[in-house]
């Protein structure tokens, strides 16, 4: 079936400028990830969705950074006011759901290489 | 808190001989640890996983990576590189399993170069 799908796979932008990225989990995936790849700081996790559990944001580096997920399933990742260090690949993944002293294997999409000029 | 240190950034192999990837980690908990693979312009894949079952474990491609409690290291070998296993790699530990909310704790990552 279909993976992780992310839009756009490129985004190039001038500071100041708001954007937004787009994730699209695998179908029945209620668990959802964004993390961000950068040349400074690597692969570092943004925030977590599960179901209609309140979110974990305690990856967003500043109040510029948000994200909401619709019905469960698409997802949005919005940066206002873009700096040049906001820079970087933004990775999706998602999972079945998350239970206790479990893991479920989170699936990556291709990411949204933003480029803030 | 949990932490993964990968020891290596750089790691070039000839065709046909051994893959050592050096990974140590951090936890205060029982972790649980994997591999991911990104390939250049692809997504991240999950080489294998370790969660407290056998501490050898086998993962796609012919990688495997033992954990070793008294080491608190999980490095990835395979005994025969080959061209395709030209890529980064990752060592990851999971966040806090008591508050399990999955996130994953990369490492800084190791590129692996594979001459013919």
């Known amino acids: 079936g279909a993976g992780v799908s992310q839009s756009p796979s490129n985004k190039v932008t001038e500071k100041g400028k708001d954007v937004e990225l787009r994730c699209d989990p695998i179908s029945g995936h209620t668990a959802l990830y964004w993390y961000r790849q950068s040349l400074g700081q690597g692969l570092e996790f943004l925030i977590y969705?599960?179901?209609?559990?309140?979110?974990?944001k305690s990856g967003l580096p500043s109040d510029r950074f948000s994200a909401e997920r619709t019905g469960g399933s698409v997802s949005t990742l919005t940066i206002q006011r873009t700096q040049q260090e906001d820079s970087a690949v933004y990775l999706c993944a998602s999972s079945l759901p998350i239970l206790a002293e479990s893991y479920n294997e989170q699936f990556f999409g291709p990411g949204t290489r933003l480029t803030v000029l | 808190a949990q932490s993964v240190t990968q020891l290596d950034s750089h790691v070039s192999v000839s065709e046909g001989t051994p893959v050592l990837l050096r990974c140590n980690y951090s936890s205060s908990y029982s972790p649980s640890l994997f591999w991911y693979v990104q390939h250049p312009n692809k997504g991240l894949q999950l080489l294998l996983k370790y969660t407290s079952a056998a501490t050898l474990v086998k993962g796609i491609n012919g990688f495997e990576a033992e954990f070793k409690k008294s080491e608190t290291s999980f490095h990835l070998t395979k005994p025969s590189a080959h061209m395709s296993d030209a890529a980064e790699y990752f060592c990851v530990v999971i966040h806090a399993i008591s508050s399990n909310t999955g996130k994953l704790i990369f490492g800084q990552g190791t590129t692996l170069q594979v001459k013919p």
């Open positions: 969705f599960q179901g209609n559990s309140a979110p974990d």
